[in-house]
């Protein structure tokens, strides 16, 4: 069992920029450069921020899928620290996991409270970001008292066996109903060969989730989830977060930072390697939707990266100040969340209210949302400010 009796260490400007960051991407979808975009076919500029701005349709990455898995690492990269800070408070292992359960339950209820807002009855799924974080984080709790071999034999473990699992799920046959799936036999993003069970609701996670999902009450019987997502990627989600934890004991127990970085760099680089190996080779395919094991080493090595960046320009080169804008965010991620959630259409509103109606207009049609989402990520972005500066951080 790790020592982790002594002083916790101070809090880590680089690793809240990074969490700022990533917050600050899921925040600025308010500004649906999607809209703009459709405003100005011809425009390459628009065409690119839209395609960031969005997820994937199946196989591949754009900026905007490395939001969940960033969050995610960072959840297991705060463990250390978190657990440091504990038995610095002389917590016995008991009540730290009394924490830790409690911790997961309310992120688990949490997620799914915020996606039942405007709902006619509760909407039980369990794909959203906190609720995969939830299902994920007693585990990584236990694996934060083992030791780096133990952690990284977990992660090869739970990345080949959740891949085993899809690859041993028989294929769509001759008779097979594809009504049940939302997507046609013919639909473009379909993988053939060995690939294809990892295909769009007809592989090993939509089959439990047909039974699974049904469990709860609803408006109607489950079929399928519209986007592919499914309630077991918490299973690689957690293998996303024990490469957080691996980095943030790293970060943590590190002497040299220019080694740290390196070593940072180095792993992101193999696990690019991995991941490409594995989807150009046809045995796994990289997917964020399903969140496949090559999905997890490919985000995984984004994530190893952007740590890397991040530490380097904050840390390194002490620029903390050029990215207080950031860490004003990232201090109160679950703050963010929230907000980010639930107060978008009141704040457009009452500025349409007390301002102008037709505030969003001032540089024309094409570009209402730009300002109309330039206006919400402002006062959200005072309100965290306001909290900072008060010292409120909200913690679960």
């Known amino acids: ?68 898995p960033s969050f995610s690492f960072l959840v297991g990269v ?18 730290m996991w009394y924490h830790t359960i409690r911790r997961s339950l309310i992120l688990i209820l949490l997620g799914i409270f915020l996606r039942s807002m405007h709902a006619n009855q509760t909407n039980f799924t369990f794909e959203d970001t906190l609720t995969q974080i939830g299902l994920g984080y007693p585990i990584l709790f ?6 780096e071999k133990i952690q990284w034999g977990a992660f090869v473990s739970i990345l080949f066996l959740y891949g085993l699992a899809f690859a041993l799920y028989p294929l769509p046959g001759p008779y097979f109903d594809w009504s049940e799936t939302g997507i046609t036999a013919d639909w473009e993003h379909n993988l053939k060969g060995f690939a294809a069970h990892w295909n769009k ?71 690019f390697v991995v991941a490409l190996v594995l989807h150009f080779a046809g045995v796994n395919p990289i ?13 995984g090595g984004w994530c190893f990266l952007l740590l890397a960046t991040f530490y380097f320009l904050v840390d390194v080169l002490q620029k903390k100040s050029l990215f207080i804008p950031l860490i004003v965010i990232g201090t109160n991620s679950i703050a963010a969340y929230i907000i980010a959630h639930t107060i978008d259409s009141f704040i457009d509103q009452s ?36 909290m900072y500066k008060k010292k409120i951080f909200i913690k679960i």
């Open 78 to 95: 705060a463990l250390p620290y978190s657990m440091a800070s504990r038995a610095s408070k002389q917590q016995s292992t008991s009540v």
């Open 351 to 386: 500025v349409r209210i007390n301002i102008s109606p037709n505030y969003d207009l001032i540089l024309g049609d094409p570009y209402r949302t730009l300002v109309s989402g330039a206006t919400i990520l402002l006062f959200e972005w005072l309100i965290l400010q306001w």
């Open 201 to 271: 609701n007809t592989n090993f996670a939509w089959a439990f989730d047909r039974w699974f999902m049904n469990l709860f009450p609803r408006e109607k019987a489950f079929h399928f989830n519209g986007g592919g997502y499914s309630t077991l990627s918490f299973i690689t989600t957690l293998g996303t977060m024990i490469l957080g934890l691996i980095a943030g004991q790293w970060l943590k127990s590190s002497s040299s930072p220019m080694l740290l970085i390196k070593r940072l760099v180095v792993t992101s680089a193999i696990l």
């Open 287 to 299: 997917v964020k939707r399903i969140w496949t094991p090559a999905w997890t080493l490919f985000s």
């Open 142 to 147: 236990a694996l934060g008292f083992g030791s």
């Open 1 to 68: 069992m790790k020592d982790y009796t002594l002083p916790p260490p101070q809090r880590v400007s680089s690793v809240d920029a990074y969490r700022g960051f990533v917050m600050f991407l899921m925040m600025a979808e308010v500004l649906r450069f999607g809209k703009v975009a459709d405003a100005f076919p011809e425009s390459t500029f628009w065409a690119f921020l839209d395609f960031h701005q969005s997820h994937v349709p199946w196989i591949g990455c754009s900026l905007h899928d490395l939001i969940q």
